[in-house]
């Protein structure tokens, strides 16, 4: 059976929607990876008017963005590097619209449809964008792209858009009127003669850095309505990305199991205020490592990490998204709510097996109940038994300050706590996590969060790694 796929809101950068505004040739399309293609058709649907969503964790095949136009939802699928798409693939997207109770889907390629899949979707609302469409299309955007504001968040009241089928004829995406077209060929023909040329870049892997974005919707029925009509970048919305300021193209927030902690000459305040922080690698921890039977799939949880060291300290700053705190336990038992949980191997070379050993770590820091139960952070350390065992005596710290959508954690651990004389270009095992609970008077793990898809409590070859830079 089809499922239904998680999406989180496409937040691009200036500079990535600046760069996507130069795309404007079939060879300069048809140049972008597989995951840069399906960031450029996000692009063209948001400047075209549309709210639109990135399916998260990406795949290879199936839905890869869905599209919210008032009551109107689309499930588009991006279809690079095909010749000619046949008719099983538009099959397959019909059913996981019908399944997700979509009212259209699209499917854009830079190659064609065969003569059978367009004959075959006469007749049902999939629009089929081929390789000279998306070319026109992609003329038609402004050089100067607009920025996108983000929608607020969904309120509980909203409900699923009724499913209707609008009539074959309908295109569901926004296009220029003809004489736009006229004149945007016009204007390329006085840019050719005139002997202007727009560069396209070449080297852009670390521009278009994919990255799970913080606005959750657990299936696409549950997308939000339509943007408010205006979004100050001071104000206090629904999850952002960056801890200290607003998204830039410098400071996106990357998913990757394999993570770097920044050197700083000078120590680190440990007072839960990450202004000090520098904002140039920004984590996210965005895929399900457990999860309790009463959770109803809803994605309410978001954070946002940055990793620094010095000789004598690690260093972590977490930005962590809740609608809901809910935290009973005092800091060994913390992982019962709302909570974070760092796991560090401290001798990747030593390890053959699936095994916790001696040097094996594991951190609960809590923000505490901000009232009765104060911030605090426990030790477990591996034992003999493959298990993590109690070791108190901690020296580490935290701190934590309470957000009107979260709460942020400053948290700073002693190297001599794991045993570890930190050097430059040290790499190490790690897993960064965080707990969710939203059940107030309750003591259980809901819901973790990894920054490792696949991590397993137990099982440090499932973690990632951290390296000291």
Known sequence: MTEKKQFHLLQLSETQRNFFA??????????????????????????????????????????????RDGPQVTVVECLPGLEIVEQLVLTDLYSTMIHNEAQQAAAITTGRFSAETETWSTNIPIDLVDGRELELWAQQMPLQPKAISAPPPKPASVQPAATTTPPSATKQRKRPSGWIIVALVLAAVLFACSG?????????????????????ISSISDAT?????????????????????????????????????KRVTTPLAIDGNLDDWSAEIVYAAPFVAERE?????????????????????????????????VQTQEAKSAYLGDSIELQFDTDIEADYGREISEDDFQYVVSAGDFGRIAPGIFRFQGDGNGLMSDAPGTTARVAAVQQSN??????????????????????????????????????????????????????PTSWGTLTLE
Not at 28 to 34: H, K
Not at 196 to 216: D, E, G, K, M, V
Not at 231 to 248: G, H
Not at 301 to 318: G, P, R, T
Request: hydrophobic share 40%.
């Open 22 to 67: 130069t795309i404007r040739s079939a060879d300069a399309i048809a140049g972008l990876s597989a995951e840069q293609f399906v960031l450029f058709c996000g692009h063209l649907y948001q400047q075209s008017g549309y709210t639109v969503y990135r399916a998260w964790p990406p795949e290879t095949g199936g839905v890869d963005l869905l599209l």
């Open 196 to 216: 202007i040329t727009i560069i396209a870049y070449n080297n852009f892997a670390s521009i278009l850095n994919p990255a799970p974005l913080p606005t959750a």
């Open 225 to 261: 309505d339509e943007p408010a009509a205006t979004a100050t970048s001071d104000a206090d919305p629904a999850p952002t990305v960056t801890l200290a300021t607003e998204p830039t193209a410098e400071t996106p927030t990357v998913t990757t199991p394999d993570v770097i902690a």
């Open 293 to 325: 039977d009463s959770w109803d799939g809803s994605m309410d949880i978001d954070s946002a990490w940055q990793l620094a060291w010095d000789d004598e300290h690690f260093y972590l700053a977490v930005r962590v998204f809740d609608d809901t705190h």
């Open 406 to 459: 979260g709460y942020t954690l400053e948290i700073a651990i002693p190297w001599t706590d794991i045993g570890v004389n930190a050097t430059p270009g040290m790499t190490i095992g790690a897993a960064l996590s965080i707990n969710d609970n939203d059940d107030p008077g309750t003591a259980k793990q809901e819901l973790m969060l990894s920054h490792v898809a696949g991590r397993r409590w137990l099982d």
